[in-house]
């Protein structure tokens, strides 16, 4: 990250003292409030590695079915995992419980520099999905797109139609977020998803702070790490025996801790899915944190 302004610094700041609280301080996860007023799932499911063989289909498909009986209600794709068939897996999955589940998908960026592009890519999304409206459609990253102006209108149309209920944006900076909001109606933009996990925290010293003041919730991606390192770590593994819970639970209640992140862990695995469900009921303590925060 560059270095910061003043105005960034007392950002950050705030953002810190927010995401630093004892187990009291932290917020009920019945849901994470978005900037209109609805409530999204506090802790999500991805999909960016399934349906590619990494693991048979059923089990793949099991694993999601379980996550949504444990809560874990909210379920990540997008036209580019897979090509399509991360989007097609969960349709399968979704069949006769659309209702129960909140559904983001993404736009890639060289169909998003039209309206009609945009259009055709939601509406073969929503083909794969097997069903008639998103709950959440993001723009996956700016590449690109020049003129936001085309996105937020061509979104803000899909939502009127009824096509998609939010919209937001993937993998953007805060020089990317203030040019949005420069835009007409960029402000309705509900959620920005980044990485963000333990052992890579760059967006706490600005773009956390700039959505927290702007009551826009954060989407974490990988959560529990880009490789297997994160969970093998001692203090993380202390402070889950502490609580009996598995290392996964630990570092999604830590993003989870202040109410204004979603991590969306990915997992095959039913049993996986299981441990990181745990997140849900737990609290982490001021020492806790502390911990972490010395460890990592």
Not at 21 to 26: C, F, P, S
Not at 47 to 60: I, N, T, V
Request: proline content about 5%; aromatic content about 6%; hydrophobic content about 40%.
């Amino acid at each position: 990250m560059a270095s910061l302004t003043r105005r960034q610094f007392c950002l950050a700041g705030a953002a810190i003292s927010l995401l630093g609280g004892r187990a009291m301080a932290q917020p009920e996860r019945s849901g994470v409030p978005l900037p209109d007023g609805s409530k999204a799932p506090a802790l999500g499911q991805g999909s960016w590695h399934l349906a590619q063989g990494r693991h048979p289909a059923e089990e793949e498909e099991n694993a999601l079915r379980t996550g949504i009986a444990l809560g874990m209600t909210l379920l990540d794709t997008a036209e580019m995992y897979g090509n399509g068939s991360a989007e097609r897996l969960i349709g399968r999955v979704i069949a006769g419980q659309r209702d129960k589940v909140f559904l983001v998908s993404k736009v890639l960026p060289y169909h998003a520099t039209t309206a009609d592009g945009i259009r055709q890519a939601c509406q073969a999304s929503l083909a794969r999905l097997g069903t008639h409206y998103l709950d959440l459609y993001l723009l996956h990253w700016r590449g690109g797109v020049s003129d936001l102006g085309v996105v937020v209108n061509t979104f803000e149309s899909l939502r009127s139609e009824g096509r998609i209920r939010h919209w937001g944006v993937s993998n953007f900076d805060v020089g990317d977020m203030e040019d949005l909001f420069r835009v007409p109606g960029g402000n309705a933009c509900a959620t920005n998803q980044v990485l963000y996990n333990l052992t890579q925290k760059g967006i706490e010293g600005d773009l956390l702070p700039w959505c927290v003041q702007h009551k826009m919730p954060i989407m974490a991606y990988s959560p529990l790490g880009m490789t297997g390192g994160l969970l093998g770590n001692t203090t993380l593994r202390q402070v889950a025996a502490r609580h009996q819970v598995g290392p996964a639970a630990v570092a999604l209640a830590w993003t989870m801790r202040s109410g204004h992140v979603i991590p969306i862990p990915e997992s095959g695995s039913p049993d996986h899915v299981k441990e990181n469900a745990l997140a849900l009921s737990l609290r982490l303590t001021e020492q806790d944190v502390n911990e972490l925060a010395q460890a990592f």
